[in-house]
């Protein structure tokens, strides 16, 4: 069974900092992409960062958080991590951590704009930037 845990969401004023942490079990695929998605109020859910696990590691980021965000994955913890400098008021929203354990290879686009590829999802940590 996939369970994925986010914490470290909070309020945060513009121009700071927060790291999301994903704590993830049960995963027995050999290669998966996982990464954070986040949901603006009144909106829908969009990518952030994913990271695939193939290969190495290859990472894909939102051109809204390039250069900001850094995604990153403790194996020996299983623990996916997001650090987010520089935050800005439109940065306010849900974060989930999601996985797709099923989807061999995705484009960059799939794998940020394919929301409904990923099969596992946690529950969701709320991010709050102020002015």
């Known amino acids: 069974q996939v369970q994925l845990l986010e914490s470290g969401g909070g309020s945060v004023q513009a121009g700071g900092s927060l790291r999301l942490s994903c704590k993830f079990s049960?995963?027995?695929?050999?290669?998966?992409?996982i990464g954070w998605f986040r949901q603006p109020p009144g909106k829908e859910r969009e990518g952030v960062a994913v990271?695939?696990?193939?290969?190495?590691?290859?990472?894909y980021y939102a051109d809204s958080v390039k250069g900001r965000f850094t995604i990153s994955q403790d194996t020996n913890t299983n623990t996916l991590y997001l650090q987010m400098n520089s935050l800005k008021p439109e940065d306010t929203a849900v974060y989930y951590c999601?996985?797709?354990?099923?989807?061999?290879?995705?484009?960059?686009?799939?794998?940020?704009?394919?929301?409904?590829?990923?099969?596992?999802w946690g529950q969701g940590t709320l991010v709050t930037v102020s002015p």
């Open positions: 999601a996985a797709d354990t099923l989807t061999p290879v995705m484009t960059a686009m799939q794998a940020l704009g394919g929301v409904h590829l990923y099969n596992y």
């Open positions: 990271l695939w696990t193939a290969g190495g590691t290859t990472t």
């Open positions: 049960g995963i027995t695929a050999s290669t998966y992409y």
